[in-house]
């Protein structure tokens, strides 16, 4: 079962008690997944359509609390390419579909041909139902990448008006959301790993959230670690190009000049230098007698990288 699965699996049994917080996920449901039926007289039926068992039957325990009427739940079986089952929950009583059509604030002058996507502020008036509208959103039509792989959770929907609701109700959680174009529809997408943590916990997922937590350390783990061994891979390549430079200097100080010709002080430190070509500075200046630190180490070296330099002038 992939990642995403088994998020909507945890999602689909968070308890959800009032009334008003059922209203506001199912709004965010017949945004991601409803469909509006007209029969031939005029009469009303909604159908939800999702391809996760746990989430339809989530959406008729709700039907069923709130309109009691003639709900039922088809299962359609998918083609070879898909290899996934469609659940589709079905309202068929013209009066509970308008009721629940009127609840969720979807119909504008009760014109079924003018349905509204925005969402109206009474549905998240609180906190808590712009939590189940957004939970309802998820689980109608989200979907959240693998953390092992990439850090990805979208909402996608066909209508740019929900996208833009989401976005910002979104924000109002405290969660930042990026809104992208994507054929004919409109991606609400998160990648930042804090913000998918946060938008998983206010969904009312626990178990998701140590998964995904566990992940995200583990990578960030990994993560330091590699950049202290390119850090350190770094410093020590600039440490062998260095000693590699300085002995080409004492070398050619000693065949031009003669190293005798150095001062002690310099005679020692490009001994100690050909005899440790990959030694850091503080290295060398401990194998020096008596030891010398970093900055003496250093000043020494630069004194003999000047005279190489000027014998290599003097010999053009």
């Known amino acids: 079962m992939s990642f995403s699965s088994e998020l909507k699996d945890e999602l689909a049994r968070v308890q959800v008690q009032e009334m008003d917080a059922m209203i506001s996920e199912l709004a965010g449901f017949i945004r991601m997944c409803g469909r509006i039926n007209i029969t031939g007289n005029g009469n009303l ?27 039922s739940v088809e299962v359609r079986r998918s083609d070879q390419r898909k290899k996934k ?114 938008l998983l916990s206010m969904m009312g997922s626990n178990q998701g959230v140590l998964a995904f937590e566990d992940v995200r350390v583990m990578k960030d783990m990994r993560n330091q670690v590699n950049r202290l061994v390119n850090c ?16 080409e200097d004492i070398k050619w100080i000693d065949k031009v000049l003669g190293l005798q010709e150095l001062p002690d ?16 500075l503080k290295e060398l200046g401990e194998l020096m007698n008596p030891k010398v630190g970093k ?5 020494r070296l630069k004194k003999i990288q000047e005279i190489a330099e000027k014998l290599r002038g003097e010999s053009k």
């Open 45 to 71: 039926s909604i159908s939800f359509i999702t391809e996760h068992a746990a989430t339809s039957r989530r959406i008729f325990s709700f039907l069923r609390t709130l309109y009691q009427e003639d709900i």
């Open 85 to 198: 089952n469609s659940y589709q929950v079905h309202l068929r009583e013209d009066g509970a579909c308008r009721l629940l059509l009127d609840d969720v604030k979807f119909l504008k002058n009760e014109n079924v041909f003018m349905p509204r996507y925005s969402i109206d502020p009474y549905l998240i008036r609180r906190r808590d139902l712009a939590r189940a509208l957004v939970r309802g959103a998820f689980l109608g039509a989200g979907t959240i990448s693998n953390p092992k792989k990439t850090y990805h959770l979208e909402f996608v929907t066909s209508q740019a008006s929900f996208a833009k609701s989401l976005q910002r109700i979104l924000g109002n959680l405290g969660v930042k959301a990026g809104l992208t174009a994507r054929k004919e529809d409109f991606v609400v997408y998160l990648k930042e790993g804090e913000m998918i943590s946060d």
């Open 232 to 247: 350190e891979t770094a410093n020590l390549s600039k440490t062998i190009n260095a000693g590699l430079r300085q002995i």
């Open 265 to 280: 002080s310099l005679q020692e430190m490009a001994r100690v230098r050909l005899l440790n070509p990959s030694a850091s």
């Open 295 to 299: 900055s003496g180490v250093n000043h």
